[in-house]
């Protein structure tokens, strides 16, 4: 097998592939601070917070921990478009 890669077609739509990184890396850069936000204050919640929010928090790590990631983006997929707020992917 002696195939070479000839990526000078790429070459023309190489400012749109930048472009992309270039978003791709800030849905990245978005997602870590929300998630990283949402885990500081679950933890601090669930380390000294009111009995309720501890069983809530717990409910919800357990929850997100026992499902699968697929079956959690397939609900996100198709219930958040039908939310009336105008939340569409």
Same mark, same amino acid.
């Given at each position: ?6 990526? *000078?077609?790429?070459?023309? !739509?190489? %400012?749109?592939?930048?472009?992309? @990184?270039?978003? $791709?890396?800030?849905? &990245? ?13 679950? *933890?601090?919640?669930?380390? !000294?917070? %009111?009995?309720?929010?501890?069983? @809530?928090?717990? $409910?919800?790590?357990? &929850? ?26």
């Amino acid at each position: 097998m002696s195939y070479q890669f000839n990526f *000078a077609q790429l070459w023309p !739509y190489a %400012p749109m592939l930048v472009q992309g @990184l270039i978003s $791709a890396l800030g849905l &990245v850069a978005a997602s870590f601070l929300v998630s990283s936000i949402i885990g500081v204050v679950g *933890a601090i919640i669930r380390l !000294y917070g %009111p009995t309720p929010l501890r069983w @809530l928090v717990r $409910a919800y790590v357990e &929850v997100i921990r026992n499902t699968p990631p697929l079956v959690q983006i397939y609900l996100v997929f198709f219930t958040l478009p039908s939310f009336e707020s105008g939340l569409a992917l």
